[in-house]
């Protein structure tokens, strides 16, 4: 089974940083346009960053110029650099895959979502 793993979550103060990763379990052949999510407590998923099918990135308006996404394509790992953290950025960070699939000769698998890391901006 195919699955997308996050890690870096966790307590941070307000104006700290954080790196999240997100690798995906066991090799993969191909995996496309890959982002993040978030949801605060109470509320509902919503887009953080992205990369589109394209290449390009889209980012939430509410994080562009302090988050910052990006890739290696040689690890088919994901990365969220979180610069000046706020309390409102509380929330759990999902990674998430538009499709992909371990090898050329298999079905894609799509909208494939990891198990999501907890990020607590707090005094």
């Known amino acids: 089974q195919v699955q997308l793993v996050e890690s870096g979550g966790g307590l941070v103060q307000p104006g700290g940083s954080l790196r999240l990763s997100c690798a995906a379990s066991?090799?993969?052949?191909?995996?496309?346009?890959m982002g993040w999510y978030r949801q605060p407590p109470g509320k509902q998923r919503e887009l953080v960053a992205a990369f589109t099918s394209g290449g390009t990135t889209n980012y939430s308006d509410s994080v562009k110029g302090r988050f910052t996404i990006s890739r290696d394509n040689a690890k088919n790992a994901m990365y969220l650099q979180m610069n000046s953290l706020k309390p409102e950025d509380t929330a759990v960070y999902y990674c998430?895959?538009?499709?992909?699939?371990?090898?050329?000769?298999?079905?894609?698998?799509?909208?494939?979502w990891g198990q999501g890391t907890q990020v607590t901006v707090s005094s």
């Open positions: 998430h895959a538009d499709r992909l699939r371990r090898n050329p000769f298999v079905a894609w698998k799509y909208d494939v």
């Open positions: 066991g090799s993969i052949f191909s995996i496309n346009a």
